[in-house]
């Protein structure tokens, strides 16, 4: 019994900063610009810079840690911004356009003049994950450490060992992302919906490039007005945000995909998300 009281007392020291952190993190949006700026909007949509003086920025994705990570597409440049804005350069050397880390803190980077996705540990070490692709833009993982990889006609399924299938195909997919049911959305003009069997359905209609949702299920998503556009779990749409400069991707502050936590002794929930 006092085995069991030292161990719940542990987890709850190590349980209860990431809750707080993911509901710190699910108040915020960031949006990576044609002009090079980071906007970071809050949940009414109030919007601060969070970063300049870069060019086009075309991948965002956060880890665990609230550390934000965006790609440079002029540069080929990944820079890496602590929670305060500190920016350090993670990676460079290659046209990185979709980011998207999995569980364990792997972060996957798709190049699209090679047609490669490269693969970097939670040590920084790269290595190629799959080659051979056609154009790969956008990227997503889902909580099994599946990765889901947006190319010019379909989207692709890789496990966690690098084997491929094609998850859909006809697409012309752009934007790629999961809410916490599992469902993954992505956007080629209309905004679809597979559910977790991979049955399509239309979510939103109209031209739409870039998407994330919220651990709430609302889907953000920008067009080619300079706004970004809000809908709700039912698709019902609002301006969420509007005079933006060529918003291109978007990003939730929520961790990289988190799993529910069942424990011996309790229930821990920490929040999922996956997104670019």
Do not use: H
Request: hydrophobic letters at 40%; aromatic letters at 10%.
């Amino acid at each position: 019994m006092r085995a069991q009281s030292f161990l719940a007392a542990a987890l709850i020291i190590v349980v209860l900063p990431l809750l707080a952190s993911s509901i710190t993190y699910a108040d915020n949006i960031y949006v990576g610009c044609d002009n090079g700026t980071i906007i970071k909007l809050d949940s009414s949509g109030n919007r601060t810079t969070f970063a300049s003086g870069l060019t086009k920025i075309m991948g965002l994705a956060f880890d665990r840690s609230g550390n934000l990570y965006a790609s440079e597409w002029e540069s080929k440049t990944i820079f890496k911004f602590d929670p305060s804005g500190n920016r350090s350069t993670f990676a460079s050397g290659f046209g990185a356009t979709g980011l998207a880390f999995d569980s364990r803190g792997n972060l996957y980077v798709s190049d699209l003049g090679p047609g490669t996705i490269f693969k970097f540990d939670a040590g920084g070490n790269r290595s190629t994950f799959a080659s051979g692709l056609d154009y790969p833009d956008s990227l997503a993982c889902d909580s099994s450490g599946n990765l889901f990889a947006c190319t010019v006609d379909a989207i692709i399924k890789f496990d966690s060992g690098g084997n491929r299938s094609i998850f859909a195909s006809g697409l012309l997919p752009m934007g790629l992302d999961f809410d916490s049911s599992g469902n993954l959305f992505t956007s080629n003009g209309d905004i679809v919906k597979f559910d977790s069997s991979g049955n399509m359905s239309t979510f939103a209609s109209g031209m739409y490039w870039g998407l994330a949702l919220d651990n709430s299920g609302n889907v953000y998503a920008t067009d080619n007005t300079n706004a970004i556009f809000k809908f709700d779990p039912s698709g019902n749409m609002s301006t969420f945000a509007s005079g933006l400069d060529g918003p291109i991707c978007i990003a939730t502050q929520i961790p990289e995909p988190c799993t529910l936590i069942l424990l011996g002794l309790g229930a821990a929930v920490v929040r999922k998300k996956v997104r670019n």
